[in-house]
């Protein structure tokens, strides 16, 4: 063998390792639905930040909002039962003209897409282009489908005669480098999503 395959090793063998390392790595078909969620919202270049409880949600809800020098911001808000968390930190969700970043709850998180899936009773008219770039949700495990057209499903389940207009879903949280016909259109938001145990 000459010095050279001893010291930089053979083709060959790179490639080997290489396929091998492919084939040890799951498939993301072949991941349960919460991975799979997880695989490809980072994929979009979404944040993820996983709490076992309130009290984590909380402190990470904090450390979002140091990180980004959020405190004592405008905030867009449509739903009371996160108020708390606003009012908490100082944060004014009323009366606003200038909004730092968008904080809402989803009807489901889509996991074949890696997507979050809203609707009116969190976004009202607006459409995704028209939020903040900054979007922060709290969501619960409970909420992962793995397609949309599950998530459409428990949406006219759960809202039986009351049901929301604006379904729609954000799937980028970067933006994309080569676009083409599928991210036409597509408005990339950065999102952190808050995710908390209910399982």
């Not at 799951?26 to 009290?55: A, Q, R, V, W």
């Not at 899936?117 to 709290?138: A, C, G, M, T």
Request: net charge negative.
């Amino acid at each position: 063998m000459s010095l050279f395959r001893k010291i930089f090793g053979t083709s060959n063998e790179a490639s080997d390792e290489e396929s091998q390392s492919e084939y040890n790595t799951p498939k993301p078909s072949d991941l349960p639905i919460d991975d799979l969620f997880t695989y490809y919202f980072k994929k979009n270049g979404g944040k993820f930040i996983y709490c076992e409880n309130i009290t984590e949600v909380k402190e990470q809800f904090e450390n979002i909002l140091e990180e980004n020098d959020w405190f004592e911001s405008e905030v867009l808000c449509n739903e009371p039962k996160l108020f708390h968390l606003l009012e908490e930190n100082k944060l004014q969700y009323t009366n606003i003209a200038n909004p730092k970043f968008f904080f809402a709850s989803c009807e489901n998180l889509i996991a074949d897409e890696g997507s979050v899936l809203f609707s009116s009773n969190q976004i009202k008219h607006k459409k995704p282009n028209e939020l903040p770039d900054n979007i922060v949700i709290l969501a619960t495990t409970s909420q992962i489908l793995e397609t949309k057209s599950d998530g459409l499903r428990v949406i006219k389940k759960k809202y039986d005669k009351d049901y929301p207009t604006n379904i729609t879903t954000i799937k980028y949280f970067e933006k994309v480098q080569d676009e083409d016909f599928l991210t036409y259109g597509s408005c990339a938001k950065n999102l952190y999503l808050l995710l908390l145990e209910d399982l």
